[in-house]
């Protein structure tokens, strides 16, 4: 009965490589996001995306790519890892009940590139 | 640019009341959410401000100004499970896109 589940949860790979994380929630929201944090907790906003449609884009580097299959899934495929995309990489969902926006986090991914 | 500004750390007692705030400056907001995260752990929802006032919830409530930019997160009764950190997240647009603060690191001590 998992909320928003990732996989996989631990991730260590060479510099160079590609990888992918997924993301797969079953609370029937509309908008999912990938957030990125660092060592030292700072938590920000990668992509968001609402019924398949990329809503938010920050400014991330192009290695990284989105991909929402449908409104239940939201991967993340990262091409030629650096050493400094080392992080926490945080799946989320959201509703809005009037003009609250709750987002639920998945249990992350620990990625390490060496 | 957008900032949010909260104190990097606090401490208190098991029992007793930790306020922690939280100051923003942002292009845009809807309204001011607290989220805890254990260590190891993944951030979860405590509370949202969307209206000026205080907000509560069992033993936490949180309190927004919106003409001061300021809001805060108050703990009652604290238990040692309450040590945390603590984010206060800014929605800046109606794409529910947050911006989070650096986090209040809590430790509760015996």
């Known amino acids: 009965d998992t909320a928003v589940s990732q996989t996989p949860k631990y991730l260590v790979t060479q510099m160079g490589n590609d990888k992918s994380i997924k993301c797969e929630q079953n609370l029937g929201h509309d908008t999912m996001y990938w957030y990125k944090q660092d060592s030292k907790k700072f938590l920000k906003i990668m992509f968001s995306y609402n019924n398949k449609e990329l809503i938010i884009n920050e400014t991330v580097p192009n290695r990284f790519s989105p991909k929402s299959p449908d409104k239940a899934h939201l991967n993340l495929h990262i091409n030629s890892l650096e050493l400094g995309d080392s992080a926490v990489y945080f799946c989320?969902?959201?509703?809005?009940?009037?003009?609250?926006?709750?987002?639920?986090f998945g249990p992350g991914t620990r990625l390490l590139v060496l | 640019g957008q900032s949010l500004e909260q104190p990097s750390e606090v401490t208190a007692v098991e029992g007793a009341i930790v306020q922690i705030n939280c100051t923003y400056q942002?292009?845009?907001?809807?309204?001011l959410s607290w989220y805890q995260q254990h260590d190891g752990g993944a951030p979860t929802f405590l509370s949202y401000n969307g209206l000026d006032g205080l907000e509560e919830t069992g033993r936490f409530s949180s309190f927004l100004s919106r003409s001061d930019s300021y809001g805060y997160l108050l703990l009652q009764e604290l238990q040692m499970k309450d040590s945390a950190s603590y984010f206060c997240a800014v929605r800046v647009n109606q794409g529910g896109k947050l911006i989070f603060g650096q986090g209040t690191e809590l430790s509760v001590k015996p």
């Open positions: 989320a969902s959201s509703h809005r009940t009037g003009g609250e926006e709750t987002q639920y």
């Open positions: 942002t292009s845009g907001f809807y309204g």
